[in-house]
C-alpha cells in the first residue's frame, strides 16, 4: 500500500500552496485532484476553440509571503507589479468615474470636492483594513485559548486601534459592524463612485450595501495586495492560470507528487484518527497527516461522514451558509468592445456597471427570494488585451462575474437561464453599445453551472459567505477557526477555513504553517 507523510486533497491554489510548503518543512507529499486539471476555478480554460478565460480574472490578493516562500516570480509567474488596473465605473450617458494606481490613488471624473472626500475617505479605510489585515497571515487567535501567542495577537490588534488615535479609533469602532451604504453615504455625493464601493463591498455575498455588517466586505477587500500596494489589482499575463501553473512548479520543484483524475471518495478515520484516502476507484493510500483543501461540508459530511463526528459539530457546519450569488459570463468577442466615454488604455482594466449604491440594492432585493436581478451589477475584464494568445487574432475575450444570480431560483436555472442572459446582455449594450453584434459565443455560468463543473457546494466561491459570523474565530465554525479538526491528524486548507476566498494563498499558508509547527511540538514532546 502507497503511504505518505501527508496527502492534500484538492489541487487548487490553496492546496498547491500548502503541499509545497510542507515539503518545503521536510514531508513526503501528495495532493490529489479529482479533476483533470488543478486550479479550481483558477485554472485557465477554453470556452470556445482558441478563446480561454479563468473564472477568477483579477489578481488582488496574492499574499506577498506566498510569493516569496514558493519562489513564484523564478518559476514562471510572469506579473508587472507595478502596472496596476485601473477601475473605471461605466455609465450609460459617457461620463464615467476612473480609479488608478492602487484603489484609488488618483480618482478622475468627479469633481474636486469628491476627489477630496474621497482622499479622506480611502485614507480613513486604509488604516481601517490595516488593523485586520495581520490576521490574514496568522492562524486566528483562538478565544479562550489562552496560550501566549493567541493574547499577543488580540494584545498587538487592541494596540493597533488604540494607535488610531482618540478620534479615529471610536470612528473605526463606530463604523465596523455598519453597512457600506450608510457609511458612503456620510462621506461621499457621487453615485457612481459609492455605487462602485458599495459593489466592491457586496461582491461575492449574500448581502446588499443596506445589509448591517457589509462594510466588512469592503475592508477584506483592502486587505489583500499585489505588488507590495494595499488595494492594487492586477489581470495576470495567461490569466489566472499562469499563476496556478507558477504554483505547480513550485510545489514539483520541492519534491510534490500531484495526481488528477483522482477523485476522493473517503478519508480514512481510524480510533478517531485519520490515516489516509480512498480513491473512488478503491484505491488507498496511507499518510500520517491528511490536509483538506476543499469545501468544509464536502469534508466533513461526504468523505468523513455524520457518524464519526459529534453531533453539534455536524449541525455547525451543516448551517454554514454557502449559498452563492454571483454568475460567471464568458464572451468569444469578433473584436474589441467600445464601452461609453472610455479611454482605450483603460480598457486592460476592471470595468464596472454599478449606478448608484441604490442600484446595487434594487439588485439585491430580488435574490432575497429566490430571483435574478432584472438589472444585474457587474465586474467586466477583457483579459485578451492584457494576453493576446487568450483569443485569436482580431478577436477578443470578456469576463464577467454578475450579481445577483440566486444558487436556489425559484423557476429553476433552466428556464432562468436564457432569460438572465438577455438581462446581462441588455445591461452591456447599454453600456457598450454594438455589443451584442460581436458575439460569437456566450457561455453564463450559474451559481449551479459553477458548483458541478468545480466541485464547490452552493456554487460559492469562497466556500461559504464571508459574514461577521463566518469569518475569524467562526471560520468555518465557532471553536475550529484553526485549520485543525474534530479528527486527529486531518486539517483543513481551503478557502473555507480563515481568512477565506480570493487567490490569496493564505488559507494554505496559515494550514501548512500550523501543521509543521504543531508536529514539531509533538517530536519534541515525545
Known amino acids: 500500500m502507497t503511504s505518505f507523510d501527508a496527502i492534500v486533497i484538492g489541487g487548487g491554489h490553496n492546496g498547491l500552496v500548502c503541499a509545497a510548503l510542507l515539503a518545503k518543512g521536510g514531508r513526503n507529499v501528495l495532493v490529489l485532484e479529482a479533476e483533470a486539471e488543478v486550479g479550481g476555478a483558477a485554472r485557465t480554460e477554453e470556452f470556445l476553440p482558441g478563446f480561454r478565460v479563468s473564472t477568477a480574472h483579477v489578481l488582488n490578493r496574492l499574499h506577498p509571503e506566498v510569493v516569496r516562500a514558493l519562489d513564484l516570480e523564478d518559476l514562471g509567474l510572469t506579473v508587472s507589479w507595478s502596472a ?269 456597471i454599478a449606478p448608484s449604491a441604490d442600484h446595487v440594492e434594487r439588485a439585491f432585493n430580488p435574490a432575497k427570494y429566490g430571483e435574478f436581478s432584472p438589472e444585474p451589477v457587474m465586474e467586466i475584464v477583457l483579459p485578451s488585451l492584457t494576453d493576446p494568445a487568450l483569443a485569436p487574432a482580431g478577436s477578443c475575450v470578456l469576463s464577467a462575474n454578475v450579481q445577483y444570480a440566486p444558487y436556489a431560483l425559484k423557476e429553476g436555472w433552466d428556464a432562468g437561464k436564457p432569460k438572465f442572459l438577455a438581462a446581462v446582455m441588455a445591461q452591456l449594450e447599454a453600456h457598450a453599445p454594438g455589443i451584442g453584434k460581436l458575439v460569437r459565443h456566450a457561455e453564463l455560468l450559474t451559481p449551479a453551472d459553477i458548483e458541478a463543473r468545480y466541485r464547490m457546494p452552493g456554487g460559492h466561491w469562497y466556500h461559504g459567505e464571508l459574514q461577521a459570523d463566518q469569518m475569524l474565530f467562526s471560520r468555518p465554525v465557532s471553536g475550529w477557526s484553526g485549520y485543525d479538526t474534530p479528527i486527529e491528524s486531518l486539517f483543513l486548507a481551503g478557502a473555507g477555513s480563515h481568512p477565506g476566498g480570493g487567490i490569496s494563498g493564505a488559507p494554505g499558508l496559515n494550514a501548512a504553517r500550523r501543521i509543521l509547527a504543531e508536529r514539531a511540538e509533538w517530536r519534541k514532546a515525545s
Open 84 to 352: 496596476f488596473a485601473p477601475t473605471v465605473t461605466l455609465s450609460r450617458d459617457g461620463n464615467p468615474l476612473t480609479l488608478y494606481g492602487a484603489y484609488g490613488e488618483t480618482l478622475t471624473g468627479a469633481s474636486a470636492a469628491e476627489q477630496s472626500a474621497w482622499k479622506d475617505l480611502r485614507a480613513q479605510l486604509f488604516r481601517h483594513a490595516a488593523i485586520l489585515k495581520p490576521f490574514l497571515s496568522r492562524r486566528p487567535p483562538q478565544l479562550g485559548g489562552g496560550s501566549f501567542g493567541d493574547i499577543a495577537a488580540l494584545g498587538q490588534a487592541a494596540l493597533a486601534v488604540k494607535r488610531l488615535g482618540k478620534e479615529d479609533m471610536r470612528d473605526f469602532l463606530r463604523v465596523l459592524l455598519m453597512s457600506v451604504y450608510d457609511l458612503l453615504d456620510e462621506q461621499l455625493t457621487d453615485d457612481r463612485l459609492k455605487g462602485l464601493l458599495a459593489f466592491d463591498a457586496v461582491l461575492g455575498s449574500h448581502l446588499g450595501p443596506r445589509s448591517p455588517t457589509s462594510l466588512l466586505g469592503l475592508y477584506y477587500r483592502l486587505t489583500g495586495e499585489s505588488g507590495g500596494a494595499p488595494g492594487a489589482q492586477i489581470v495576470p499575463k495567461g490569466g489566472m492560470g499562469a499563476v496556478v501553473a507558477a504554483m505547480r512548479a513550485a510545489a514539483e520543484h520541492v519534491g510534490v507528487a500531484i495526481r488528477t483524475g483522482a477523485p476522493v471518495a473517503k478519508i480514512v478515520v481510524e480510533k478517531g484518527c485519520a490515516t489516509g484516502v480512498v480513491l473512488a476507484n478503491g484505491e488507498e493510500i496511507r499518510a500520517g497527516t491528511v490536509v483538506s483543501a476543499i469545501n468544509p461540508a464536502t469534508t466533513f459530511l461526504a468523505l468523513v461522514g455524520a457518524p464519526l463526528l459529534d453531533t453539534g459539530f455536524v449541525r455547525k457546519v451543516k448551517n454554514i451558509r454557502m449559498k452563492g450569488d454571483v454568475a460567471k459570463l464568458n464572451l468569444a468577442l469578433d473584436g474589441v468592445p467600445g464601452f461609453a466615454g472610455v479611454e482605450e488604455a483603460d480598457l486592460r482594466g476592471r470595468l464596472v
